[in-house]
């Protein structure tokens, strides 16, 4: 945008820009100067307080636009799933990231666009999941939630096993509530913090869910390390104080 002082500049809060993505920039620079662009953490969700979650039921796989094959094939699904199994006071929630009304599959290497099953029904139809039927009812598969609903089952959350590549929006989301996650490398939204947890496969990252689970101390040390970086650099306190701290720099109060 051009502003009342004649000073062109672009903020950008999108995710790929924000990783200085190539093509991105480029596009932008046929906009304006490569000096003249700015980039700007996108802000997260809502600022929380840390509070220890430790205690908690619930563990939470959430993503953006899952295909259901990507979940037959996920080891951090079938590691939550036996959690389950071995504790019958946990539960799991399943963010899919779907519209209910646009969910497609990957079959033998086709699009289905014509599931008739409650996605629920469907995840336990699959072969694989069979062996974890006496825990169905304390799995939920849910579609897109609204931003109330997502909020309120991070709140519940103990852990969240996506493991995590790109940016990492639920990653985010969930280290804003004090929820610990693994991610798949040191790149992303949280690579700086202290603390930060990554591995070089899924199966390493289920060792590291393990001692989350039982080691308290590793725990907080964890959740409070993601808390606080989200909230220093993704809160939107923190966009404002970033935005403010740029319009000064150019003389714009």
């Not at 796989?61 to 071995?86: D, K, P, V």
């Not at 929630?93 to 209910?100: A, D, E, Q």
């Not at 089952?153 to 639920?170: E, M, W």
Request: aromatic fraction near 14%.
């Amino acid at each position: 945008t051009i502003n009342r002082y004649q000073n062109p500049f672009i903020f950008s809060v999108g995710f790929p820009i924000l990783h200085r993505n190539p093509s991105a920039m480029s596009h932008l620079e046929n906009f304006v100067s490569k000096e003249d662009i700015i980039l700007l953490p996108v802000p997260g969700i809502p600022e929380q307080r840390y509070r220890d979650c430790f205690y908690n039921k619930k563990i939470v796989w959430a993503g953006r636009i899952i295909f259901m094959q990507t979940l037959c094939e996920t080891a951090a699904i079938h590691w939550s799933l036996r959690q389950l199994q071995n504790d019958s006071t946990l539960n799991l929630s399943i963010l899919l990231g779907w519209n209910k009304n646009e969910v497609i599959d990957i079959v033998n290497g086709e699009v289905d666009r014509d599931i008739k099953l409650d996605i629920n029904d469907y995840f336990w139809n699959k072969p694989i999941f069979l062996p974890y039927l006496n825990i169905r009812d304390r799995v939920k598969l849910e579609y897109s939630l609204f931003w109330e609903q997502m909020l309120d089952i991070y709140s519940q959350a103990k852990i969240s096993t996506l493991y995590g590549k790109g940016f990492g929006g639920p990653p985010l989301e969930a280290a804003m509530y004090g929820v610990p996650f693994v991610a798949s490398a040191k790149t992303g939204a949280l690579a700086d913090c202290d603390n930060y947890l990554f591995a070089d496969s899924e199966e390493e990252a289920c060792k590291i869910f393990d001692k989350l689970m039982s080691d308290h101390s590793f725990y907080n040390q964890t959740a409070c390390a993601y808390n606080k970086y989200a909230i220093d650099n993704y809160s939107f306190s923190a966009f404002n104080r970033n935005l403010n701290s740029i319009l000064k720099q150019r003389g714009i109060s």
